[in-house]
């Protein structure tokens, strides 16, 4: 155990260095360059992490003294020698931080016929450090990620802690350079859960582990046949479903919290309509008022909004448009018990016999001819001539409902001031003959 915490601290002393080389020192399986006629599909490379729960003493030592050897001729060619290890497991493995059976858990189960990728070297008695494509989920202190709305993500710090549970004290599977790739899961207070593809790194038994290959660590010499390329692929893509099905969740709920936000926007519209009307809005202006509301209902229904702001306030809105249109039926009813009643006459003692239609101020066809600056687009029409145009005062009646039918009218005749056309104001309306 002293011996793993002083392979920590030389790591973290060394991080300052391997904080300088290139961005190639850490590709991961997502990234992989190479040429396209040198093996099919993408080129796995096994990334340099370096940090807590990383490489063992003697490889990180080993790849540290590579790096700053002056006989190298580059950085990043140094970081390429050597080989990496392609691993199949023959039995489930649950993954460990360290090699020790009674090493933590890091709550990742790989399952039997995983590919796992190791150098050689990495290995501590009966254990050996893989590298998982795809990644596996761990938690990252949101102070040093940023997260945009699709749940994608980089660090910003330069030696960021991944761990296996959201608390300072576990000890982190991984230390992440600064603009490491991120897969967002959910937070919890001040954590992050996050997928980290380039740097997912367990311990597994070694008997659990089938060697299926060796390749140069170099990607522009590895060949891999395609059946290989396509397990790693759909492994990866199994790994990364958990992120993809909560990217679709959180778009939904962007959309969601977009479609809500219109929806206050309009209804705050018709809300200030409403109000600005005031107590002399008639039938008219409130049945646009409520087909407004009918619409507005419905889509916060399909929202499944359910006892929020919004519904209270369409709830409220919707009891005073009700309240408005008992009034105005109230009104409605007593200007009609104010008509004077028309007595009836007994047939047999009144000759000559009146037509029925006789009793009426008027009778014609009613229509809707809209027209520039009419007084009104209803009129009272006979042999296709336009006797007078109607008006209902108070609201009573609801002329569309009367219009194409033959109707007699008991009203009052009026004429606009300068105006040639007559209007009758229409007290009474009954239906002679149909449509």
Request: contains cysteine; proline residues 6%.
């Amino acid at each position: 155990m002293n011996l793993r915490l002083f392979t920590v601290f030389i790591a973290s002393a060394c991080l300052a260095f391997s904080a300088s080389l290139p961005a190639t020192e850490f590709l991961a399986l997502s990234h992989f360059q190479g040429k396209k006629d040198q093996g099919a599909g993408a080129h796995p490379h096994f990334p340099k992490v370096q940090g807590a729960g990383a490489l063992p003493e003697k490889v990180l030592n080993k790849s540290l003294g590579e790096g700053s050897s002056k006989d190298s001729p580059s950085k990043e060619s140094a970081a390429l020698r050597g080989e990496q290890i392609l691993f199949e497991l023959n039995k489930d493995q649950e993954a460990r931080l360290f090699a020790s059976p009674k090493a933590p858990a890091i709550g990742v189960i790989l399952r039997k016929g995983s590919l796992v990728w190791s150098l050689p070297g990495s290995e501590e008695g009966d254990y050996r450090q893989v590298l998982v494509p795809g990644g596996f989920p761990g938690w990252v202190f949101a102070r040093f990620v940023q997260v945009d709305s699709n749940g994608r993500g980089r660090t910003i710090g330069r030696r960021v802690s991944f761990r296996y549970r959201p608390e300072t004290k576990s000890y982190p599977l991984t230390l992440l350079p600064r603009g490491a790739k991120i897969l967002a899961l959910s937070k919890k207070g001040d954590w992050w859960k996050v997928i980290v593809p380039d740097a997912s790194l367990a311990w597994v038994e070694k008997v659990a582990l089938k060697e299926r290959l060796r390749t140069p660590l170099d990607p522009t010499k590895i060949q891999l046949s395609e059946a290989l390329v396509k397990r790693l692929e759909a492994q990866k893509k199994e790994a990364q479903a958990p992120f993809f099905a909560k990217q679709a969740e959180w778009k939904a709920a962007q959309k969601k919290r977009e479609a809500k936000e219109q929806l206050e926007k309009d209804l705050l519209a018709v809300q200030k309509v409403f109000e600005e009307t005031g107590p002399k809005a008639g039938l008219p202006e409130l049945r646009e008022t409520e087909a407004a509301l009918k619409v507005l209902q419905k889509r916060a229904k399909a929202l499944a909004l359910k006892n929020d702001s919004v519904t209270q306030r369409l709830r409220l809105l919707q009891e005073e448009v009700d309240r408005r249109r008992l009034l105005l039926d109230a009104k409605a009813a007593l200007a009609e018990a104010s008509l004077p009643k028309i007595k009836k006459v007994d047939p047999a003692a009144s000759l000559p016999k009146i037509h029925p239609r006789r009793r009426f101020l008027e009778t014609g066809w009613l229509e809707r001819r809209p027209g520039f600056n009419d007084y009104s687009p209803y009129r009272l029409v006979k042999g296709g001539r336009t006797l007078y145009y109607l008006s209902v005062p108070g609201g009573r009646y609801d002329l569309e409902d009367f219009v194409g039918r033959e109707v007699g009218v008991l009203g009052q005749k009026v004429r606009p001031k300068d105006a040639d056309f007559r209007v009758i104001q229409v007290k009474h309306l009954v239906i002679l003959s149909g449509r």
